[in-house]
């Protein structure tokens, strides 16, 4: 009852939206600064556990946020 909402409706359909402007194609991904996307599978390698690749995603994640924080454009 409380997930059919209209609040909780609300969220998701924005929540939605939010994903599909930022290109955000797989769950879980992680977009930052509006500009750079990624997720375990893309950070991750071949033969790893999940746990490795989501820990390689959250790394690349770290490396983009210096990056938007100094500026960096491309």
Do not use: Y
Request: aromatic content about 6%.
């Amino acid at each position: 009852q409380t997930f059919n909402s209209f609040g909780i409706q609300a969220k998701v359909q924005q929540g939605i939206k939010l994903a599909e402007l930022a290109g955000a194609s797989e769950v879980p991904a992680l977009v930052v600064a509006g500009r750079w996307r990624t997720s375990p599978g893309q950070a991750g390698s071949p033969g790893l556990s999940e746990a490795q690749q989501g820990q390689q995603a959250l790394a690349v994640a770290d490396f983009l946020v210096k990056m938007a924080r100094a500026g960096k454009v491309s």
